[in-house]
């Protein structure tokens, strides 16, 4: 079933691009179509031309739709993202969409929900929020923005960032069809039926950032174990909620970007700054903090972040019970160091952060649920046809190199760019390199 367009509206951003914003309708359950329905928010971007003559005809040029990394983080403006260049410069037009309950998509708080009902109703109501349905949102609307183009056209690409890379790997085994190419930037999924595999080599990863943050700035050792005490020992109210130790140690999110050790030290030097003057925090030092966490705003990030590596098994808080056996990562000021941790979701953000507190019910029963149906059709990948060019990082601490790796041994025809100077964040903050070997791998210049 095709999407049903219920607004569209152009503007310029002067000498660079010509945007058009698009508003969507899909079922909310695409198994029962008349149970509700989402309106979903997207940005088609192509380049701004004014020729001398009119053309008679706008030409149809082939769509390059970009799935953001996450889950639950919508996209920003076009012009923002400088991989966007390379791409119309081939030839394509863009399509930003925001994903199902992310930016404009009806989006997902814990305010709009608590209209679906109890957290029962909440947590069935969240089931609708995975990559499966992602990808049939992407097929409706490909359907709709193709209509009239020649059926042999009708097929387009996509570029998935990290989560959004496991959004194109479900998309290549549910609907082949749909899709021209697949390029992957730090985005081959986990093919795997829960998140223990994921976390206990991601923890190793994250282990090696904080060897490495504390060998670059030795400093931050002591100054680490001051702030975790001072927090201990003081409630430190935030915007968001709570700045409590625990989410102290979980800023260690952004070692996983390029500059991420000197953004934490940034934060370390700041804070500790505070404590040595005043002996409290102040705003500014509170503001970046609380800016850095983030959870608040992107609910669906929290509620279902190990729920997308769900296959028929549960999750049962998979990431605390992995912190709980590694001591490295328990907060005591006794140890050599106090280790941050890395991208996981923790049973007490939803204490920390005032705005999960809302639903953490519903994350209760999102984690101790079985029945998710299978992301992946690995009989399909096997003999897939659709070409897939993948950007994958060594030292990536979101997406672990060997997890990839044996993800793209199981997808025919998969083509790797490999490297071990970029992380997780590469698409954005080395655009012009990863669009220039993701190109390379299609047009087959490699010699």
């Not at 089931?127 to 949102?137: E, G, L, P, Y």
């Not at 098994?313 to 328990?330: C, G, H, I, V």
Request: charge should be negative.
């Amino acid at each position: 079933m095709a999407a049903k367009l219920i607004d569209r509206q152009f503007h310029n951003v002067p000498g660079k691009l010509r945007v058009a914003e698009l508003f969507f309708e899909v079922p909310v359950d695409y198994s029962k179509p008349n149970d509700g329905t989402l309106r979903l928010f997207a940005r088609s971007i192509s380049r701004l031309n004014k020729p001398v003559e009119p053309t008679k005809e706008e030409t149809k040029l082939p769509w390059l739709v970009y799935l953001q990394g996450g889950p639950g983080f919508g996209c920003g403006t076009p012009q923002n993202y400088a991989w966007v260049e390379p791409a119309l410069s081939k030839g394509y037009q863009v399509l930003f969409l925001d994903q199902r309950g992310t930016g404009l998509s009806s989006t997902i708080t814990a305010g709009t929900l608590a209209r679906q009902g109890d957290a029962i109703k909440q947590a069935e109501y969240l089931k609708n929020f995975r990559a499966d349905s992602i990808v049939r949102d992407c097929e409706a609307i490909r359907k709709c923005l193709t209509e009239d183009y020649p059926e042999d056209q009708r097929k387009w690409s996509v570029i998935g960032q990290s989560f959004g890379g496991f959004c194109a790997a479900t998309y290549l085994s549910k609907f082949p069809d749909g899709l021209k190419e697949a390029f992957l930037c730090g985005g081959l999924p986990p093919m795997v039926s829960d998140p223990d595999p994921v976390y206990a080599r991601t923890y190793e990863k994250v282990e090696e950032r904080n060897e490495a943050y504390y060998a670059k700035f030795p400093e931050d050792v002591e100054r680490v174990k001051k702030i975790i005490q001072y927090l201990t020992e003081n409630k430190i109210s935030l915007p968001s909620g709570y700045l409590t130790p625990s989410r102290f140690q979980q800023l260690g999110i952004v070692f996983g970007f390029h500059g991420g050790l000197d953004s934490l030290h940034e934060i370390v030097l700041r804070t500790w700054n505070d404590l040595e003057i005043f002996g409290s925090l102040t705003v500014p030092t509170l503001a970046l903090i609380d800016s850095t966490g983030g959870m608040d705003k992107n609910v669906i990030y929290a509620i279902l972040h190990e729920a997308i590596y769900c296959q028929g098994k549960p999750s049962l808080w998979a990431a605390d019970r992995r912190r709980a056996e590694n001591t490295r990562f328990q907060i005591n000021g006794s140890q050599a160091e106090i280790y941050f941790t890395g991208e996981m979701v923790f049973k007490d953000m939803f204490e920390s952060y005032s705005e999960l507190k809302e639903i953490r019910e519903a994350a209760e029963i999102l984690a101790t649920t079985s029945d998710w149906p299978a992301l992946y059709d690995e009989a399909q990948l096997a003999k897939n046809e659709v070409p897939v060019y993948a950007a994958t990082y060594i030292d990536d601490m979101y997406v672990h190199f060997d997890l990839a790796c044996n993800t793209a041994a199981k997808i025919k025809g998969t083509k790797q760019f490999i490297t071990n100077t970029l992380y997780h964040d590469a698409l954005r903050s080395k655009s012009e390199e990863v669009m220039r070997q993701l190109f390379n791998l299609r047009d087959d210049s490699i010699d």
